[in-house]
């Protein structure tokens, strides 16, 4: 449950000290701090916040705090001491130009970061969505399409030093191609986790490109049951079949890919079907344990609410562990995190922010801090790992959020992924 900080009190900039919760009420571009709310915590952060234009703009959260405000200080008309503190002021100015060049100098990679994923994205999604539909009625040019996608970004994945997974921007349109797309991002960072070679990668890239293909045979009413009869769930369940009738009709799925859309809903503890097989290949298990963890996040179920990613892994590992290969559910969990991509969250200063991007560590990913006084595209993105005062507190569910945050950070109901390699010539 979201908990909204309490009333904050307006203070003087000379009145700052160590242990204030302080709230600027500026925009981010308009001093130099990460975060517009955050605890003081060292000379630095007073000497800059004394020196900022900021009369009228400076509050405090007293229960936040863990001190009190310092009595207003009059400023010194003798000469000599007004000398010293334009010195000592000139000297912060030129310290903060840099830590805000430093600031927008990241920002700036975070955003050209995810906007080479997102481009690629759109690539990929009308390249996917072309070939799924095409490939009923022809399978042979389908297939030619989805070998050039798998191979591209086999070789981009098994070759990247640093492959990052983004959550994409506000999509509008639906399709086949989210599922696929989802499927085939985490399925190739868990398969270089799980030291894939890129013939297996493209293999992987290939099955989960195609793995649902065949549901263009099942009609909708069907799919989007909740509560299927028997005879509606066994036609649901040949699905399999007929994506790999597409894929073998294609020409262009190895024998490797195929036996991995064969087995993309069997379990290792034999309760999977069609064929109860409990010896599926490293790639049928990936693709097997992804493929859950996006319908559990976005199903297309009529009625079925989704899960918050979070609640998905937990899912995975409390209750379904035994249907999973457990180093590669493990895998799953260490690459997105506790709180995966897509969780709202809230941090300790009282922020509220949307995963955008896991980090090093579990616990600290990239946030998209909620500024309403922004767009959401020119909001800040913070790296967790690099605020060692920064934390996550909890992880927020959206329908408890105010109409206005909610809107603002937008959850998506059908999350997308994409990824983007660093460059290691930089």
């Known amino acids: 449950m979201w908990k909204k900080l309490d009333t904050p009190v307006p203070i003087e900039p000379s009145q700052v000290v160590i242990g204030l ?15 517009s709310r955050f605890l003081v915590k060292t000379n630095k952060d007073v000497s800059i916040l004394r020196s900022l234009d900021i ?12 001190a009190e405000p310092g009595a207003p200080v009059v400023k010194s008309t003798v000469p000599d001491e007004v000398a010293a503190e ?61 070998v050039d996608l798998s191979m591209e970004t086999a070789s981009i994945v098994s070759k990247g030093q640093e492959v990052l997974l983004h959550l994409l921007g506000d999509k509008k349109e639906q399709g086949p191609q989210f599922h696929a797309l989802n499927t085939m991002t985490l399925s190739m960072l868990v398969g270089k986790k799980a030291g894939l070679n890129e013939r297996a990668l493209s293999d992987l890239a290939m099955a989960a490109l195609a793995h649902d293909s065949g549901e263009s045979q099942i009609p909708a009413q069907i799919l989007k049951s909740p509560q299927r009869k028997k005879h509606e769930e066994d036609f649901f369940r040949q699905h399999v079949d007929f994506s790999l009738k597409f894929a073998t009709e294609s020409g262009a799925f190895s024998k490797e890919a195929l036996d991995i859309i064969a087995c993309h809903h069997e379990c290792v503890d034999g309760s999977g079907w069609p064929k109860a097989r409990k010896d599926s290949s490293t790639g049928a298990r990936i693709l097997a344990m992804v493929d859950r963890y996006d319908t559990l996040c976005s199903p297309d179920v009529t009625g079925r609410d989704p899960l918050m990613p979070a609640e998905a892994l937990a899912t995975m590992f409390r209750n379904e562990s035994a249907k999973f290969d457990t180093s590669l559910l493990s895998m ?71 109409h206005d945050v909610f809107k603002w950070l937008n959850p998506q109901q059908r999350l997308s992924y994409f990824f983007s390699v660093e460059d290691s010539r930089k």
């Open 21 to 35: 919760y302080v709230w600027l009420d500026l925009t981010w571009d308009e001093h130099p701090f990460f975060s």
């Open 332 to 402: 799953l969990i260490k690459l997105l995190g506790v709180y995966p991509p897509g969780t709202v969250v809230q941090l300790n200063d009282g922020s509220l922010a949307l995963v955008i991007a896991p980090g090093p560590t579990s616990l600290k990913p990239a946030v998209l801090l909620y500024s309403p006084e922004l767009s959401k595209e020119d909001a800040p993105t913070i790296e967790l790992s690099n605020e060692p005062d920064l934390k996550i507190a909890e992880a927020i569910r959206p329908s408890t959020l105010p």
């Open 86 to 146: 334009l010195a000592q002021k000139e000297a912060l100015a030129q310290e903060m130009r840099a830590l805000e060049k430093a600031k927008k100098d990241k920002q700036r990679a975070q955003r050209e970061a995810a906007q080479r994923a997102d481009q690629a994205w759109g690539n990929a999604a009308r390249a996917t969505k072309q070939a799924l539909n095409d490939m009923p009625r022809s399978p042979k040019q389908a297939g030619k399409q989805l």
């Open 55 to 66: 009369a009228g703009k400076l509050y405090y959260h007293p229960q936040q705090s863990t």
